[in-house]
């Protein structure tokens, strides 16, 4: 039989949180031979709503479920977990300036990163969901050196997802018919362009007003999607859309994480190289990494 994997979600008390711990503990992240421990972690005053969750997992009777430890302790929650999706966070408040929000997500994760750091397996996997996505990522691997760099990633995949499903609605084909849609760079609104790109932007906008709360069903969703193919492959021909550290390709600056189409094998992914890019998608990679790196230097001014 498989040794259980340990796989942390931050903010488990919180919409996100609720979606995702049943898809992980039902196989939908690692597959339904794959028995996992979940290791849950939220702050002190959603304790009790944690422990509520813990109760429902239990109630739930998951085959592959093999454990649960739901703490407020950073230290207990990350240690030997093999997997952590980070999905709590400072949300922005009205009002609240954005180096504040800033402020507080640099202090989370630069905490978190040591707490997985010191006491995560050794080559754990890391995707960060809570925004600003991609640079709560860079603050990670900032503090967490000893992290290969390949291991830290931040999910873009919902909006990859979200454009699929537009392409899949517009055509009227089965979603399953359409990939290989490309989302480049940020997790925001410098994502792309046109009638179709402004769907994709503002769907997260859309599903608030419709619904009156966010879209935890899909987020959740997608870090799954996210996970298990980065760890179990892409299929054959297929590219995915992954927040990585940018090795310089397609001429985006190094050091920022930026969403760029990779395959994966073998738990590893690889940008794919070559795609043809136009004049326009030029305009917007670039501006989108003018947004990463003015985002990074606002964070970094908040740790000094
Ligand atoms: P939520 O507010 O329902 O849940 C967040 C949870 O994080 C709360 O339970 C809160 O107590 C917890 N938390 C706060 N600080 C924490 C800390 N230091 N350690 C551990 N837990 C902490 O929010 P929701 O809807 O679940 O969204 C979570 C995050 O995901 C938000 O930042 C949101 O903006 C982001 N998001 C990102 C998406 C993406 O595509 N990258 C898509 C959708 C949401």
């Given at each position: 039989a498989k040794q259980p994997v340990r796989v942390l979600v931050t903010g488990a008390a919180g919409q996100i949180g609720y979606a995702l711990v049943p898809m992980i503990a039902r196989g939908v992240?690692?597959?339904?031979d794959q028995p996992v421990i979940l290791h849950m972690l939220d702050i002190a005053p959603a304790a009790e709503a944690l422990n509520g969750v813990k109760m429902e997992l239990v109630d739930a009777a998951f085959p592959l479920l093999k454990g649960v430890v739901a703490t407020t302790d950073v230290v207990e929650a990350c240690t030997e977990v093999n997997i952590a999706v980070m999905v709590g966070g400072f949300p922005r408040k009205e009002g609240m300036e954005r180096k504040d929000v800033m402020s507080k997500n640099v202090a989370i994760y630069k905490s978190q990163a040591s707490a997985l750091e010191k006491h995560?397996?050794?080559?754990c996997k890391v995707l960060v969901v809570a925004n600003p996505a991609n640079t709560n990522a860079l603050i990670l691997k900032e503090f967490a050196p000893s992290i290969p760099e390949k291991n830290i990633s931040c999910l873009t995949r919902l909006d990859h997802n979200r454009a699929l499903g537009q392409v899949s609605e517009r055509l009227n084909v089965p979603v399953s018919d359409v990939k290989n849609v490309i989302i480049w760079g940020n997790?925001?609104?410098?994502?792309l362009h046109g009638e179709f790109i402004t769907t994709v932007q503002q769907r997260g906008a859309a599903i608030i007003k419709a619904r009156k709360l966010s879209s935890a069903l899909s987020a959740a969703s997608s870090a799954c999607d996210h996970i298990r193919d980065w760890v179990l492959g892409t299929p054959e021909g297929t590219w995915v859309s992954m927040g990585v550290y940018s090795d310089?390709?397609?001429n985006v600056p190094a050091g920022l994480i930026y969403s760029f189409p990779v395959t994966c094998r073998n738990g590893e992914w690889t940008i794919v190289q070559g795609l043809p890019i136009d004049e326009l998608s030029r305009k917007k990679l670039d501006l989108t990494a003018e947004e990463l790196t003015e985002e990074k230097e606002l964070a970094y001014s908040c740790l000094s």
């Open positions: 992240m690692l597959g339904p995560a397996a050794a080559n997790h925001s609104s410098t994502q310089g390709s397609y």
